[in-house]
């Protein structure tokens, strides 16, 4: 017994005959009155009464009826729930990323799939870097989102995202603090206040690479502090602190914040999205498909 033998006898009951049964699943007849006895020599019993008027249920057939309707009005929505979750139209998704992390992109990027696809349960999860890679390389991450380029995380694929403007975050009574645009050579002598938490690393290296001459002497101090208490730090006047941009600062907070930029330009981070390349959640592909390749 399967689910076609149920419609064949539910549709047959319905019309009354087996030809009228086979016209309405586009069905020959023929096949309709052999797989409805094959189901009943399987029962045992006869569910229909054959005349050359048509076929009528038997007593027991109008009880096994009612069951093969209720079989068949569950499967139906089963069977629908299995297609959109092969889909990836509900399911589960564990994004990681840093707990620092205030990229906008990322908000929106997050708010654009949530409405897009409201039958996925996305879980976030904060962690540093060490922590994301090792989750998705165990399966516990789908994704983790993390400061770098393609290629950064060896034995996973990874995925360009977004790049953040870089920030600069100032007292607000600070000298530069009423410029618009901050240049590196105007940080010179400045002294960074940067976390451990990353992408602290990160930032590390860009005032390396952008005042790494002798005469630059960057000052850089990192402490095991959130992004807020940096802040804090900063509006107290114990230095000044580098961010992306979309970071949200508290009203009269007494920071500023102003893009930072070299002969070039400003200054951006890209975020990439690594994953396992045997990662087999159809949930992922819908997610990476919202960036443009």
């Known amino acids: 017994m399967d689910l076609r033998h149920l419609r064949y006898v539910v549709a047959a009951a319905r019309n009354g005959s ?77 994004i990681g990323f840093y707990r620092s992390m205030s990229s906008g992109c990322f908000r929106a990027a997050l708010s654009t799939f949530r409405g897009k696809f409201p039958g996925v349960d996305v879980e976030l999860l904060e962690a540093s870097y060490i922590e994301l890679k090792a989750g998705v390389m165990s399966g516990t991450i789908d994704l983790a989102i993390v400061v770098g380029d393609t290629g950064k995380t060896e034995l996973l694929d990874s995925m360009p995202l977004w790049s953040a403007q870089l920030m600069v975050a100032l007292p607000e009574d600070h000298a530069l603090a009423e410029k618009a645009t901050i240049y590196w050579p105007e940080l010179k002598g400045e002294r960074f206040l940067v976390s451990h938490d990353d992408p602290g690393a990160d930032i590390r290296n860009v005032i390396l690479r952008h005042l790494a001459a002798p005469s630059d002497h960057p000052e850089i101090a990192m402490r095991q502090l959130s992004r807020e208490s940096i802040l804090a730090e900063v509006a107290s006047g114990q230095g000044i602190s580098l961010l992306c941009e979309g970071a949200q600062l508290v009203p009269g907070q007494g920071v500023v914040l102003r893009p930072v930029h070299d002969g070039n330009g400003g200054i951006r981070l890209g975020y990439i999205a690594c994953s396992r390349p045997d990662n087999s959640n159809p949930v992922l592909k819908n997610f990476f498909d919202m960036f443009p390749r």
């Open 18 to 94: 087996f030809s009228a049964a086979g016209h309405e699943l586009n069905v020959r007849q023929p096949i309709i009155s052999k797989r409805i006895r094959e189901l009943e020599d399987e029962l045992g019993v006869f569910l229909f009464d054959r005349a050359t008027s048509g076929a009528r249920l038997t007593p027991t057939g109008e009880e096994f009826v009612v069951g093969a309707r209720r079989i068949i009005d569950a499967f139906q929505p089963l069977s629908e729930r299995a297609k959109a979750s092969g889909a990836g139209r509900t399911g589960r998704l564990v």
